[in-house]
């Protein structure tokens, strides 16, 4: 069954260092997205992506925060200088349709971020 | 703010019977209302989902239901197994905005007992 696919699993930064999460969506999906989840609190929406643009995103999606799919496979969040609060898990998400019905978005296993 | 809220944190269930599992509502704009569930370790999966036209919905041991004067729907499981212990998200999504923008509860975590 076709999933989609998170790296790295885990990974631990210092404050104030960059960070790039990166993410394989089913290969036939068209929109992408991010959310994360603090520890103990509920999945939230970072972003979504569709035709190689932002197509939607949330206050927590600040300027930190950028998305980019360079090479048609990947789709990847850039977290420019991360902050005690960035750490979550991290997951990425892509859906086939965007527009009727339920838009079922398929998951990652999600990447953990732990700022130090 | 919570427009989507799962008063539940936790259920415990004994096999075979049924798992009723909760969730409130604020926001009447909603069109889709969607169950995911999650295992430790991995990303939420969809489960199963009813839109706002709707007051019920069937897939096997699953059965959502949704009760739109009282912002309300509730996901059924019969009989529960113990592979279905999981902590179980209600999602919804805004009017129109099928772009991905799912609100998600806090979860409720589902522990079936053998």
């Known amino acids: 069954e076709p999933e989609v696919t998170q790296t790295p699993s885990h990974q631990v930064t210092q404050m104030g260092q960059e960070v790039i999460l990166r993410c394989v969506p089913i290969?036939?999906?068209?929109?992408f997205y991010w959310y994360r989840q603090i520890l103990g609190q509920k999945v939230e929406f970072l972003v979504s992506?569709?035709?190689?643009?932002?197509?939607?995103k949330s206050e927590i999606f600040d300027d930190q925060f950028s998305v980019e799919r360079p090479d048609g496979s990947n789709f990847t969040l850039k977290i420019r200088s991360t902050k005690l609060e960035d750490s979550a898990m991290y997951f990425c998400?892509?859906?086939?349709?965007?527009?009727?019905?339920?838009?079922?978005?398929?998951f990652g296993a999600g990447s953990r971020l732990t700022v130090l | 703010d919570q427009q989507v809220k799962q008063n539940s944190p936790s259920l415990s269930v004994q096999e075979g019977r049924i798992s009723i599992l909760n969730c409130d509502y604020t926001?009447?704009?909603?069109?889709?209302f969607l169950w995911y569930k999650k295992y430790p370790a991995e990303g939420p999966t969809f489960l199963i989902s009813i839109s706002s036209i709707k007051d019920k919905n069937e897939d096997g041991r699953f059965t959502v239901f949704l009760n739109k004067s009282a912002k309300h729907l509730s996901l059924h499981i019969v009989p529960s197994q113990p592979g279905d212990s999981a902590v179980y998200f209600c999602?919804?999504?805004?009017?129109?905005?099928?772009?991905?923008?799912?609100?998600f509860g806090k979860g409720t975590k589902l522990s079936v007992k053998p």
């Open positions: 999602a919804a999504s805004p009017y129109g905005g099928s772009q991905g923008n799912l609100i």
């Open positions: 926001n009447s704009m909603f069109d889709y």
């Open positions: 992506f569709y035709n190689n643009e932002i197509s939607e």
């Open positions: 998400a892509s859906s086939g349709q965007g527009f009727s019905g339920a838009n079922v978005l398929t």
């Open positions: 290969s036939n999906h068209l929109y």
